[in-house]
């Protein structure tokens, strides 16, 4: 039997190398529908190459377009068209690969269907874990992370005792500017951020990794995916990207998952858990080629956003949902030249300061914090 799946983020570089798995395996996987953005002539290459049943994109005037061109396809559009891919095209399994908080809505609507979920997509589950965690648990849908660090923790933790972890301990590579100090960060380029030294990503993930934001989302998602308090989770700067994650045990004994950085590895793991099929045109590793491995402690002075986030973090409630949307925004702010690289974290530290933290949300009030940060960081810049 074919594994059906739906992918939110089609266009996007998780997408494209999902899409390329399923390429590689067409008796093991079928698209089932797909959303996309504004990369309309992907789009195009998508439905022609894979013809799903739906596809959702952001505009109405898009999906009308598409229709006409693709009368076998259903064209939807919008927050909802990104629900209905999610839970209403009879997936086994949603791959969430869209980015930011706008994966919070489809997340929840696929795990209420029973529907696995494979998640990429870290901002939802900053912004809403302790929500998502426990619709996943009521639904007893398993959430299988595709974030390198968060696959190799999973992969780490295989067959172990939760209870007997003392430290999960992610990686980070340091990002595009790991060589600079804080102040010779004052006059940095989009351009030169854009430059990562071992991932080839999305913009706004490069950004987030230059800032070392990304790894302070991925504390707080390595929190909610495994139920392990902040202060058992530490970073550790690792320059090569090679060790992706490691688990210390009670016994002092550490799990570490390794391999070229590659992300269809985690992503086929999501897609074939708990089994591994062959990965075509793979670099295997080769550890006498690299020779020399590297690990450093991390300076929280120079990483202010990592500080932020496990602040966020442990403050809990509507705060993290907060740093997420402000830094949503600070970064695409950013990228289109209006503020400099160091004002990212002066405005998320800003928001954070002024936030009156919801301690229990509902789902309402994380989507009233989250439009209204937005709201927020935007005055803030004019
Ligand atoms: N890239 C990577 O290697 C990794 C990514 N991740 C996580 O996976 C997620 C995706 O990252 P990445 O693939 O790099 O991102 P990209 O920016 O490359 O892709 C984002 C995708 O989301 C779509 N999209 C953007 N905005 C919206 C919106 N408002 N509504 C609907 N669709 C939208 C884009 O459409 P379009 O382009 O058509 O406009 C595109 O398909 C992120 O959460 C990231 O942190 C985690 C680990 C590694
Ligand atoms: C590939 C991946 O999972 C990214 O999220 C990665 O973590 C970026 O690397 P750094 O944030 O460590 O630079
Ligand atoms: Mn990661």
New binding site residues.
Partial sequence: MKKKISL??????????TLDILKSNPNKFELVSF??????D??REIARTFQPSMV???RQEDAKALQSEFPSITFVYGAEG?KEVAARTGADILV?????S??LGPTLEAIRAGITIAI?????LVAAGEIVMDEARKFNVPLLP???EHSALFQSLNGENPKEITKLILTASGGSFRNLTRDELSNVTVEEALAHPN????????I?SATMM?KG?EVIEAHHLFDIPYEQIDVLLHRESIIHSMVEFQDTSVMAQLGSPD?RV?IQYALTYPHRIPMQNAKRLRLEEIGQLHFEKIDFKRFKALALAYEAGKVGGTMPTAMNAANEIAVSLFMKGHISFLEIDEIVERVMDEHKTIVKPTLEAILEVDKNTRNTVHAMVQ
Wanted: no cysteine.
């Fill in positions: 939110l983020g089609a266009t996007g570089s998780i997408g494209v190398q959303s996309a953005g504004l990369n309309i992907k789009v959702s994109v952001i990104l969430n690969a869209v980015i930011g706008v994966g990429a997509n870290k901002e939802t595709v974030d390198s991932w080839s990503m999305g913009n706004k993930l490069t987030d990304n989302l992300m985690p």
